[in-house]
């Protein structure tokens, strides 16, 4: 399997320039001259230039600007209302709020948009509890990529949207698609992803004469001796690999990586068996409760993804396990990290079975039992995910496409050319966490993944087979209660 | 009742007030006003706490999860022999107990010194005591973060203080993440955030202490320690007592500090922060609710302490 | 209510000369290795409450950058007031701070209106039932709040409360409403009876008694726990965080914690460090202005009554 990495160079970034407008025609000629880059390639530059040339930068535009009519979009919904729960306050709300106006603006339908909340935990209760009361508060409704399962019950069934989109060629990723199905009902449909990625310093690889990792021991190997040689350089804080190791979310997230890349399953399997006892489940524990104190900070084991980042982001980090947002801040002007780093697939294990694997993220949507304009709100979900907006989500907000087209767009691509190398990670090393089977008790299963693994990294327990044995009899007890 | 009102003259200042109404209209009347009067907050209580409260202890024999609002039911006391059994629920309770004996132990002899320290008259004793309400005015979601900076293994002042100072074996060292450290880093948190409030009180009680009292005891050649052991401490014993009490309550029932500096981290887990990981996070509404009627029991049982505490105080 | 600090002249002599924690009269070296013990102590108490806020507010003034690199300089290199400017352009936390002035000033408001004249009834009128609900009023001010949470939300969707304003109005004044009451109460009790004996003797009632002599009188002790409900309201977490869900009734520390980066979005440290001096600015600011009664205050509570 090839490993694709992406290093931002000067060519992205021209192309970059090109499309916002950053740089005149001439400059870019002049600057993609001096790149040697082939003719054909600077006329495709050239015409971004002139896109970007209708409106000055990104920041000048209007949120939406890249928003197209899907032809299907051909209904009159005038009179009708609909309440959408999507993005919480912050950066993703006016392009949400854009999407939705030019929905209401094509259809006639009023769109409620209501701004969620921007944590996970207090926005599942309003969830759960709004709908439990069977209220139609909000018809459509943005839900964790770990939430079918327990939302199920209120969600109506889109099978028919999916099929339809594919219909038009929007196909799914069909991992991302299986895990919105519960007991063969698509609740859900991907609005976009994410997936955990590892984050390299190019330029250290370099220094240390080290090649990218493809293998956890290779990644040990490697960062043992950045770390050795640039603590030795007078950085003492250096520290070779950070991760997310704090009991929450994010360290079931990390230890499912592990465990599933060292062939040791997914803690729960699809048809309910508990493999979180097996052998390589246990080794791939016991390798990261050895990161922690050598190539891993002490600390890692509070750390959620913010501390790791700014560790990384002060550039005291060799290799860094994160979600796709890292890559933009990691890319900015003003960041000491501009072009010395790559992204790409975490390393796999070595038990039998080993493979890639990345967490999947990001958010879905679903549609309410309890909503007054059942059949509305799924052409609002349909459009949603459909092909058109998930490209300008691309474009204008850098989330990640749910639909494999999507990533040959040449917009998309050249608006964020890396999403490009993000595709492999999605397409081919995306392992979903055991929500579906533990339907409304995934939460119970993920506390006590993350409990169990927080105190075998942070030393509260040090027998690992008997820890692992235990959590394995603990999410025995869950399945039996599903 | 009768015993009650012992109880409000204990701490209430003298009472000088009381208006004999005899059963006669005008007696009427003001049983009238009264009502009236309290009726708003009466009301405010019983819905936001007394309900609820009742609501909580009736859940909590049930197996409701947010997530099966159709598939409950009455289970006895299931959930509280679950408890019993959990293993984190233990971890939660030692670790709450640990930081309430821990910071209420510390508050009050860092209190003391502090008290003792302002107690006495120097230039720029007003500005010390004013800086001492800093700590206790900010928001405890505030400090939190502020601490956990400090606390930062890579960025934080902490390590970097100590480092210099020589103490290198706290190069990047782990503080709120290490388990022997945990606890204590969020007591340290806790302690500087409520000394101050320790500090004024005892404060308060020192300045009722006559001067004369120990200027008498000086007569009769008493040293500064002795003077303090035989004539502060137990005259400050009330104030001491009635601080104490509110303050284990206070801990006891920790719940915004841990969780915003250490999530559901078993190493710091107190036991509102586990009710609120049944709560919330799993939404085990049932068992949940049993938990959080343990705590309340808890506390109950410290507030009938206190009053007995008092009562003993006053015979 | 105030503690007014009666030392004699001679004594004041006295502590002066030995810098207050001298055994004799005399300046020995005994008592000048005191005195520079003492004011070392002062230092390390000053250190010990100011240096973390001291320290938020070097570190909201350092750039992004900066503030990620190791060996942290105690006074910015190149201090900035970038993060201060994303806070205010920040609608979402600027909304929150609204919310959160709306919310602390209503609270403040109603236990006032309400508080005074619980405390009055409790203070001064004779009626079945009283000592029993100042009892029930005593417990509320140590009720764990985690202990009802799980209920109230329940109660508080089905009368459309959640996530709504007045909705966390309501719920505040469980805490807010019976510390008020408390405290004002033991603040008419401390009030000789023949105050308003005489107005009552010329036929004014009990509610123009009030109004009239008692309610001017008890204005400083109001102002104090109208503060300290203030400073309760504005600093709440739990409830907000379980009863509040979008930016229409999100509260200031709400706002603040999500900076801390449990979400996928990239929150610097400078600026939350920033959010968080902008947030306490209003409280230390009501602190300092009424530092003496608050002191008072406080103690009055827990000394007194």
Redesign the interface.
């Known amino acids: 399997m090839s490993r694709k990495i992406l290093v931002p160079n000067a060519v992205n970034g021209l192309m970059q320039d090109a499309m916002y407008g950053r740089a005149s025609r001439r400059d870019l000629i002049k600057r993609g001259s001096a790149l040697g880059l082939s003719g054909a390639l600077m006329g495709s530059i050239l015409r971004f230039n002139s896109v970007g040339a209708q409106s000055a930068t990104p920041e000048g535009r209007e949120w939406g600007w890249s928003l197209t009519k899907p032809e299907w979009l051909d209904v009159d919904l005038s009179g009708v209302t609909l309440s959408a729960v999507m993005d919480a306050d912050g950066t993703g709300a006016p392009f949400t709020q854009a999407v939705c106006d030019f929905f209401a603006e094509q259809t006639g339908a009023t769109i409620n948009f209501i701004k969620g909340a921007e944590s996970a935990t207090d926005r599942l209760t309003y969830y759960t509890q709004t709908l439990n009361a069977q209220a139609s508060d909000f018809d459509i409704f943005q839900v964790d990529v770990i939430w079918p399962g327990i939302l199920a019950v209120h969600a109506e069934d889109l099978t028919d949207i999916a099929s339809e989109l594919a219909e038009v060629g929007n196909t799914f990723f069909e991992r991302i698609l299986t895990n919105n199905r519960i007991n063969d009902v698509q609740v859900s449909l991907p609005l976009f992803t994410d997936a955990g990625m590892l984050y390299t310093r190019t330029d250290l690889l370099e220094k240390y004469g080290a090649s990218a990792p493809t293998t956890w021991a290779e990644l040990e190997e490697a960062a043992a001796a950045i770390q050795e040689g640039e603590v030795g350089d007078g950085n003492g804080n250096f520290v070779g690999y950070t991760f997310q190791g704090a009991a929450y979310e994010g360290l079931t997230c990390n230890a499912l990586e592990w465990v599933y890349s060292n062939g040791g399953g997914t803690f729960i399997e699809e048809d309910g068996t508990v493999t979180a006892s097996s052998d390589q489940a246990k080794a791939a524990v016991e390798r990261a409760m050895g990161w922690v104190g050598t190539i891993s900070p002490s600390a890692v084991t509070s750390y959620m993804e913010e501390d790791g980042r700014q560790v990384w982001q002060g550039g005291n980090n060799a290799f860094h396990r994160n979600w796709p947002y890292v890559y933009a801040i990691s890319q900015a002007d003003d960041s000491d990290l501009k072009d010395k780093f790559s992204v790409g697939l975490l390393p796999k294990g070595d038990g039998e079975g080993a493979d890639n694997a990345a967490t999947l993220g990001g958010w879905n949507m679903m549609v309410s039992k309890y909503s007054q304009n059942i059949d509305a709100a799924k052409v609002f979900a349909k459009y949603m995910c459909s092909f058109e907006v998930q490209k300008s989500r691309s474009i204008e907000r850098s989330l990640n496409p749910t639909i494999a087209e999507v990533y040959e767009d040449p917009d998309v691509l050249a608006a964020n050319p890396y999403q490009a190398d993000f595709y492999p990670v999605f397409d081919g090393g995306s392992v979903a966490r055991p929500s579906s089977v533990t339907a409304d008790l995934y939460n119970d299963a993920s506390v006590a993944i993350f409990t169990v693994v927080n105190e075998l990294l942070s030393g509260q327990q040090d027998d690992v087979s008997a820890a692992m044995d235990g959590l394995a009899s603990e999410l025995e007890e869950i399945m039996q209660d599903v | 009742?009768a015993s009650?009102?012992g109880m409000?003259d204990r701490?209430?200042?003298p009472?000088?007030?009381?208006?004999?109404?005899p059963p006669t209209r005008a007696?009427r009347d003001?049983?009238?006003?009264?009502?009236m009067?309290?009726l708003?907050?009466?009301l405010?209580?019983i819905?936001?706490?007394i309900?609820?409260?009742l609501?909580?202890f009736r859940?909590s024999f049930t197996n409701y999860?947010?997530?099966?609002?159709d598939r409950w039911s009455y289970i006895g006391i299931e959930n509280y022999k679950d408890i019993l059994g959990d293993s984190?629920f233990h971890t939660s309770l030692w670790n709450t107990i640990v930081f309430t004996a821990s910071s209420v132990a510390l508050e009050t002899v860092l209190g003391m010194?502090?008290a003792l320290?302002i107690h006495?008259?120097?230039k720029?004793r007003g500005a010390?005591?004013?800086?001492?309400?800093?700590?206790w005015?900010?928001?405890?979601?505030?400090?939190s973060?502020?601490?956990s900076?400090?606390f930062?293994?890579?960025?934080g002042?902490i390590n970097?203080l100590l480092v210099d100072l020589g103490f290198t074996r706290f190069?990047?060292?782990?503080?709120?993440?290490?388990?022997s450290t945990a606890l204590f880093s969020v007591v340290m948190v806790d302690v500087?955030k409520t000394t101050?409030?320790m500090a004024?009180?005892l404060?308060?009680?020192l300045?009722?202490i006559p001067?004369d009292v120990y200027e008498s005891s000086r007569v009769d050649g008493a040293?500064?320690w002795q003077q303090f052991w035989q004539i502060t401490m137990p005259l400050l014993k009330?104030?001491l007592l009635?601080?104490l009490i509110?303050r284990t309550?206070?801990s006891f029932?920790v719940?915004?500090m841990i969780?915003?500096m250490?999530?559901?981290?078993?190493?710091t887990m107190s036991v509102?922060v586990f009710?609120?990981?049944e709560?919330?996070?799993?939404?085990?509404?049932g068992f949940?609710?049993a938990v959080?009627?343990i705590?309340?029991v808890c506390?109950?049982l410290?507030?009938v302490g206190y009053t007995r505490m008092i009562k003993v105080e006053e015979q | 209510m105030e503690y007014e600090i009666k030392t004699s002249p001679e004594e004041l002599d006295r502590l002066r000369a030995t810098g207050g924690s001298g055994s004799g009269a005399r300046r020995t070296p005994l008592a000048i290795l005191g005195k520079v013990g003492f004011i070392i102590l002062i230092f390390i108490i000053l250190l010990y409450t100011l240096f973390p806020f001291y320290w938020a507010i070097v570190s909201s003034l350092k750039t992004t950058q900066e503030i990620v690199r190791p060996n942290p300089t105690m006074w910015p290199m190149e201090p900035t007031l970038e993060n201060y400017r994303t806070v205010f352009k920040d609608a979402s936390f600027m909304r929150a701070l609204a919310n959160s002035a709306i919310i602390s000033t209503s609270v403040v408001i109603l236990s006032l209106v309400f508080g005074t004249l619980t405390a009055y009834a409790m203070a001064r009128l004779r009626f079945r039932g009283r000592v029993f609900f100042m009892y029930l009023i005593l417990s509320m001010t140590m009720f764990p709040g985690i202990a009802i949470i799980g209920a109230l939300f329940t109660i508080m969707r089905r009368f459309n409360a959640y996530d709504t304003i007045w909705g966390l109005v309501i719920v505040y004044l469980s805490f807010a409403l019976p510390f008020t009451v408390w405290v004002l109460a033991n603040f008419f009790r401390a009030m000789p009876p023949d105050l308003e004996q005489a107005a009552l003797v010329d036929g004014a009632t009990q509610m123009v008694a009030l109004r009239q002599i008692l309610l001017p009188l008890a204005v400083p002790g109001m102002v104090t726990t109208g503060l300290l409900a203030f400073i309760e309201a504005w600093s709440e977490f739990l409830y907000a965080r379980t009863f509040t869900i979008s930016e229409k009734a999100k509260t200031v520390q709400i706002a603040i914690s999500d900076f801390t980066g449990n979400t996928q979005f990239e929150v610097p440290f400078g600026t939350r460090m920033a959010a968080a001096v902008v947030v306490t600015i209003p409280l230390l600011v009501g602190v300092m202005l009424v530092q003496k009664r608050i002191i008072a205050g406080m103690t009055a509570g827990a000394v007194k009554g």
């Open positions: 009742m009650g009102d409000m701490m209430a200042p009472r000088v007030t009381r208006f004999t109404a007696g003001q049983e009238r006003l009264g009502w009067l309290i708003p907050t009466i405010v209580v819905g936001i706490a309900y609820p409260l609501e909580s859940l999860r947010s997530s099966r609002p984190t010194i502090v320290t006495s008259n120097f720029g010390v005591r004013t800086s001492m309400l800093v700590p005015a900010i928001p405890t979601v505030v400090s973060l502020l601490w900076w400090m930062h293994d890579n960025f002042i970097n190069h990047m060292f782990n503080w709120v993440g290490d388990p500087w101050p409030f004024l009180l404060l308060a009680g300045q009722v001067e040293t500064k009330p104030a009635v601080a509110f309550m206070a029932r719940f915004d969780f915003v250490n999530g559901y981290n078993t190493s509102s009710a609120h990981q709560l919330m996070a799993k939404q085990r509404l949940g609710s959080s009627v705590i309340f506390i109950a410290m507030v």
